[in-house]
């Protein structure tokens, strides 16, 4: 698995770290840790499919918005996204995504946590060698 | 945590850390807490605490309460008061879930009456206070009337016969903190409230339906003051805050603050504790939406009330008035408000933030109810769902020390991914209903995560803030019905 939760790291709340070898694997990645940490993925089928465009001042941001754009849709929409590709632009600050997922049913989907922010602790994207990496800390 | 040799024991309950330990700080920092807790807290604690009293503007100390662990930036069971003219406003000292706090109302039905109907009740509710991930609410409201509901809070749910006619007197603040500006809130925070009244959420947020417990603790003379007359009397505890809305809105001022502190030359020792001063036009934005978002908590908590009160009349026969389901109080444990307190012999409006803390008002104080004003304010901790809570009464001596300030629950001990590999959802469940307590859960791995060992120990906590004479107990609440999202 491209990301692995930190049990040790934020006692209320869930942290996870991933990794890719390229940055559009990481950004994906991380949504599918933030769809993991919210519903059983082998309930969710991919009916619905949602275009994302963002623009941030910078790859940390543009992360952490491209997130917390995953959690506004789950309050506001009642989607839950299963797949994702996601195109990060060269300069780092804006990307084009398609996420693909379901509205939330509570009969078959098997939910688990709400997430309800990205938070700023340990948050940051690295490049170290030929791998991107990240550390990301959830408000549940 | 090993021993610190900074920390210094100045009474029974109370430590300090002086201004010597950490370059930058204003002001020491207090901790109250007993040996036991003392020697279980996390470093974390102590490291949190001593650079929230690096602060700009801090005054007295930097507390950590006796459930205190490590929070961003701030300490949870942390509080910290500012000159409201040359001190900051962080959203780290509120927390990301803005007014978390408990609602307690009482009934007048004994242990032996809803016992026998304890799963048809819990069953109810659970179906009509949805909880869990992307639940909406029973009643939308249009993003239209979110400024007035989030200015006017309960007082504005009685106006729309939402609420009894006397419930806003008993929520702190008369049901509304003054100072709303639904236009500093973005839309997409609004657009995440909107369709969130009357839920649960999840995480460590839960219903409960409780029986006093006198064999635990119970000050009858006191307890009286708040309704409670019977031994067995059956409560019903709420906890949970303000959902998308707060959350959404301290995401938004996380970043304004970040970029602002740098024109205003702030810097601070963990990127959690971003501040800028309360009288800039950002400190004076972030007020203005941390209220609407209060008042939004303040809300969501009526809306389940009536949802509760319901539930209660279709399984008992009778009105919700004729069971008296009046509230007790609410409070607040994640806010940050201005506030008349003396210190140092003069009276000062202070910005007071508790993180992870209750109010504690003593006897007289105006912002106490008047039913209330001869004993103090009630003050409510909840535990785990295994241990039960407690309800208390503010104190002179809180308004004295802590700018009017306690603890407000247990605090973890353990992670939730740690809970999971540890404990069984349906196996909890099950031992909790061998133990007596009837538990509804959204979801099995939310049980698991919300297992009591996974919380410090309730009673040493209520225990450490009565000896400090901060809060003082009035009732042991016992489960004995529980939902969680």
């Known amino acids: 698995m491209p990301f692995r939760f930190l049990p040790d790291v934020a006692l209320a709340d869930v942290a996870f770290e991933a990794e890719s070898d390229s940055l559009d694997g990481l950004f994906e990645t991380c949504a599918l840790a933030v769809s993991d940490i919210m519903v059983d993925p082998k309930t969710l089928r991919t009916t619905s499919e949602r275009s994302l465009s963002i623009r941030s001042e910078s790859l940390d941001r543009l992360l952490y918005d491209f997130m917390t754009e995953l959690i506004v849709i789950k309050d506001v929409d009642s989607l839950i996204f299963g797949e994702f590709e996601v195109r990060v632009s060269p300069e780092g600050t804006s990307l084009e995504a398609v996420a693909k997922g379901e509205e939330i049913d509570r009969e078959r989907h098997r939910l688990r946590n709400d997430v309800k922010a990205v938070t700023l602790h340990l948050f940051g994207v690295k490049h170290e060698g030929q791998t991107w990496k990240t550390t990301v800390v959830l408000d549940i | 945590?090993?021993?610190?040799?900074?920390?210094?024991?100045?009474?029974?309950?109370?430590?300090?850390?002086?201004?010597?330990?950490?370059?930058?700080?204003?002001?020491?920092?207090?901790?109250?807490?007993?040996?036991?807790?003392?020697?279980?807290?996390?470093?974390?604690?102590?490291?949190?605490?001593?650079?929230?009293?690096?602060?700009?503007?801090?005054?007295?100390?930097?507390?950590?309460?006796?459930?205190?662990?490590?929070?961003?930036?701030?300490?949870?069971?942390?509080?910290?008061?500012?000159d409201t003219a040359k001190g900051v406003i962080s959203p780290g000292g509120i927390g990301f879930d803005i007014n978390c706090g408990m609602r307690l109302i009482r009934t007048n039905l004994r242990y032996s009456e809803v016992k026998p109907r304890i799963k048809e009740l819990v069953d109810l509710i659970f179906d009509l206070v949805p909880a869990g991930v992307g639940v909406k609410g029973p009643q939308n409201f249009a993003q239209s009337q979110m400024g007035d509901i989030t200015s006017l809070g309960v007082r504005w749910c009685a106006e729309h016969d939402l609420a009894w006619k006397d419930d806003p007197q008993y929520v702190e603040e008369g049901g509304f903190i003054k100072g709303a500006d639904i236009?500093?809130?973005?839309?997409?925070?609004?657009?995440?409230?909107?369709?969130?009244?009357?839920?649960?959420?999840?995480?460590?947020?839960?219903?409960?339906?409780?029986?006093?417990?006198?064999?635990?603790?119970?000050?009858?003379?006191?307890?009286?003051?708040?309704?409670?007359?019977?031994?067995?009397?059956?409560?019903?505890?709420?906890?949970?805050?303000?959902?998308?809305?707060g959350h959404q809105v301290c995401t938004d001022y996380l970043r304004t603050f970040e970029s602002a502190m740098r024109r205003f030359g702030i810097e601070v020792r963990d990127r959690d504790l971003a501040c800028v001063p309360f009288s800039s036009k950002e400190g004076q934005d972030y007020y203005s939406a941390m209220v609407c978002a209060a008042n939004f908590a303040f809300v969501n908590r009526q809306m389940i009330v009536n949802q509760v009160r319901d539930a209660f009349s279709r399984v008992f026969h009778k009105d919700a008035e004729a069971l008296d389901m009046h509230l007790i109080y609410d409070v607040c444990h994640n806010v940050a408000k201005v506030e008349t307190h003396t210190y140092d012999g003069t009276k000062s409006k202070v910005l007071v933030h508790r993180k992870g803390a209750t109010r504690s008002f003593g006897p007289s104080n105006q912002d106490v109810p008047a039913p209330y004003k001869g004993i103090g304010q009630p003050v409510i901790i909840g535990g785990s769902m295994e241990t039960g809570s407690y309800l208390l009464v503010g104190t002179q001596k809180a308004m004295e020390e802590t700018f009017g300030s306690t603890a407000h629950g247990s605090g973890r001990t353990m992670s939730r991914t740690a809970a999971k590999r540890e404990w069984r959802g349906a196996e909890l469940q099950k031992k909790m209903l061998d133990h007596g307590i009837y538990v509804k859960a959204a979801t099995m791995d939310g049980l698991a995560e919300e297992a009591g060992l996974a919380y410090k120990d309730i009673s040493e906590v209520v225990e450490t803030m009565d000896r400090a004479g901060i809060s003082k107990k009035v009732a042991a609440l016992r489960p004995i019905g529980n939902i969680k999202g």
């Open chain 2, 1 to 82: 945590m090993p021993a610190n040799p900074a920390i210094k024991q100045v009474s029974e309950v109370t430590w300090e850390i002086p201004q010597s330990y950490k370059p930058g700080m204003q002001v020491p920092a207090r901790l109250y807490a007993s040996k036991k807790l003392l020697d279980g807290m996390d470093s974390g604690v102590i490291e949190q605490v001593t650079n929230v009293a690096c602060l700009p503007g801090i005054v007295r100390y930097a507390y950590a309460m006796a459930d205190a662990h490590w929070g961003y930036g701030f300490p949870i069971g942390g509080v910290a008061a500012f």
């Open chain 2, 183 to 245: 236009a500093k809130v973005s839309r997409q925070a609004i657009s995440r409230g909107a369709s969130q009244f009357g839920t649960l959420g999840s995480g460590n947020h839960y219903l409960e339906i409780q029986v006093v417990d006198p064999d635990r603790y119970l000050d009858r003379d006191l307890a009286k003051e708040f309704g409670i007359v019977h031994d067995d009397q059956v409560m019903v505890m709420i906890h949970c805050g303000s959902r998308g809305f």
